[in-house]
């Protein structure tokens, strides 16, 4: 970050919006923040007036499927053997 790279870009112009004078509408690229498929993209788009700020924002994406670990298989075996050490002690 510190040698002057753009990590991420704002695309937007102003405009009338519907009878808001000067308002900035735009688009901020979210793949680089890893939570969007890469082949889906992820923007969120808003727009910003000169009297209020973030208005509303509409995040536009596809979330990436999320594998299940082999662990998880394993936490079933473990609770039971957890509970069989509880029975012992009483």
């Known amino acids: 970050m510190g040698n002057g790279q753009t990590l991420a870009l704002f695309s937007g112009k102003w405009s ?6 000067n308002v900035l509408e735009g688009e ?5 923040l890893s939570l969007f498929d890469a082949n889906s993209g992820g923007v969120i ?5 000169m009297t209020c700020v973030n208005d509303e924002a509409l995040v536009t ?4 499927a999320v594998p299940i670990p082999a662990a998880l298989w394993l936490f079933g075996p473990a ?8 029975r012992k002690e009483i």
């Open 16 to 21: 009338n919006n519907g009878g808001d004078d």
């Open 79 to 86: 609770l039971l053997g957890l509970l069989g050490l509880r």
């Open 45 to 49: 788009s808003t727009y910003l007036t």
């Open 61 to 64: 994406a596809e979330v990436s």
């Open 28 to 32: 901020f690229d979210l793949s680089l």
